[in-house]
Each structure stands twice: as structure tokens, then as C-alpha cells.
């Protein structure tokens, strides 16, 4: 099946600095990825949806200026969380859909998240 | 928008079936999917329904019915490794998003 990655996995900042996940299809092209962010003992809440070539689309009460997405191949995309603190530490999960397969319906497939810590 | 209720807690034995019902608010509903989410680890896709009725992979099936804005995920012969929690997505038409509930923590006893 189609396989997509995370990096890092987890990661622990200090306040004030800023963090690059990276999230990759490994055996498909993206032409759109996900990306979600999990409190504990919460539902995925999508953050924003990043196509290829374009910008990100955001949802409402996400800060763009904060989250910046950047999908620059079809098959990367990073999530920088700028200026971090220490209510941002969360769970980031990215998905992708294979903008290849054919139908209506396009599967998503999860990367394995990033766990990030900010002190 | 969407929004998507479910419970927030079962708990069932061992070799028990257990049913997890969604209901839906939606606008341009396509159909609906189900993940499962071992603690501190990623979603993984158990099943999706775009039409109505029953869907079955092994041991789990999932139902829709679109005039009730309703389906559930069914486990059968339920094993300790079932403890995990359980989203319905509901995948928009429009915009190809999935919007999760809330989830619903299963826990499974001896």
C-alpha cells in the first residue's frame, strides 16, 4: 500500500524557535496533503490543505502566518510552526492522496505524525 | 460544514461485538470512513462507504445509510488488541476534506 512518511517523529524546542516537519509519499504523488493537528485525548483537526504548486488553503482560526505550509514537489510538503510556544505542542499528522488513482474517491493515507514538545 | 457525533466511550469483552454508531451534519457528503488510532500513534483506515449498506472486511464491517445521515462500525469476536480509539470521517464532495468526530475510546476487557 502507499506509504507516507514523517520527520521528525518527535521533536523538543525551546519557546520562540521555530520547527520543520516534513511529510513524504514515498511510492505515489501527492497532488494534495493534509495536514492535522491532535491534542491529547482529542479528534484530528485539519489545519490546513496543501496542493502542489499552489498555496495552502487554510482553515478558519488557523494563523497562516504562524503554520506555514510549502508543497513544492508532488511528493513534499513541510509544516513550519513558527515562533513556537508552548501551547502549540501537539500531535501534527500529515496525509496525502494519490492525485493519480482513478475515481471520485481518492484514499487518504496518513504519515506517522510528530509528536513536538516547546518548553 | 460538517460535524460528526459519536460516543465517547465502549467497552465490550473479548470475543463480544461491539457497534459504534456516527451521525452526520453535512454538505456535500460523499461518503463516510472509519479509522482506528492506537494510543500515540497515526490513524489507520479501516473502511469507507460512499453507498448505502453494508461493507465487510474481515472481522470489522461498516454501514451507511444516507436518508438517516447515520453508520456505525461494527467489530465481531473482539480481541485485547481492538483497544484503540475509532473516528468516523465524513469526506466532503466539495472539497475532498475529511472532517473527523470526536472519536470513541474502545476499550476491551477479558
Known amino acids: 500500500g502507499a506509504v507516507v512518511s514523517q520527520h521528525p517523529s518527535r521533536v523538543i524546542c525551546k519557546s520562540g524557535t521555530s520547527v520543520k516537519i516534513e511529510c513524504r509519499s514515498l511510492?505515489?504523488?501527492?497532488?494534495?496533503m493534509f495536514w492535522y493537528r491532535q491534542f491529547p485525548k482529542q479528534s484530528l483537526m485539519l489545519m490546513a490543505t496543501?496542493?502542489?504548486?499552489?498555496?495552502?488553503?487554510?482553515e478558519q482560526g488557523v494563523e497562516k502566518d504562524k503554520f506555514l505550509i510549502n508543497h513544492a514537489s508532488l511528493t513534499l510538503s513541510t509544516l513550519t510552526v513558527t515562533s513556537a510556544h508552548p501551547e502549540d505542542s501537539s500531535f501534527y499528522i500529515c496525509?496525502?492522496?494519490?492525485?493519480?488513482?482513478?475515481?471520485?474517491?481518492?484514499?487518504?493515507?496518513f504519515g506517522p505524525g510528530t509528536r513536538l514538545t516547546v518548553l | 460544514g460538517q460535524s460528526l457525533e459519536q460516543p465517547s466511550e465502549v467497552t465490550a469483552v473479548e470475543g463480544a461485538i461491539v457497534q459504534i454508531n456516527c451521525t452526520y451534519q453535512?454538505?456535500?457528503?460523499?461518503?463516510l470512513s472509519w479509522y482506528q488510532q492506537h494510543d500515540g500513534g497515526a490513524p489507520t483506515f479501516l473502511s469507507y462507504?460512499?453507498?448505502?449498506g453494508l461493507e465487510e472486511t474481515g472481522r470489522f464491517s461498516s454501514f451507511l445509510s444516507r436518508s438517516d445521515s447515520y453508520g456505525y462500525l461494527l467489530l465481531q469476536e473482539l480481541q485485547m488488541k481492538d483497544s484503540a480509539s475509532y473516528f468516523c470521517?465524513?469526506?466532503?464532495?466539495?472539497?475532498?476534506?475529511?472532517?473527523f468526530g470526536q472519536g470513541t475510546t474502545l476499550q476491551v476487557k477479558p
Open positions: 496525509s496525502a492522496r494519490d492525485g493519480l488513482a482513478g475515481g471520485p474517491y481518492n484514499e487518504q493515507f
Open positions: 462507504n460512499a453507498l448505502d
Open positions: 496543501s496542493n502542489e504548486g499552489s498555496k495552502a488553503t487554510y
Open positions: 470521517a465524513g469526506l466532503s464532495s466539495n472539497t475532498g476534506k475529511l472532517i
Open positions: 453535512t454538505s456535500g457528503f460523499y461518503g
Open positions: 511510492d505515489f504523488q501527492a497532488t494534495t
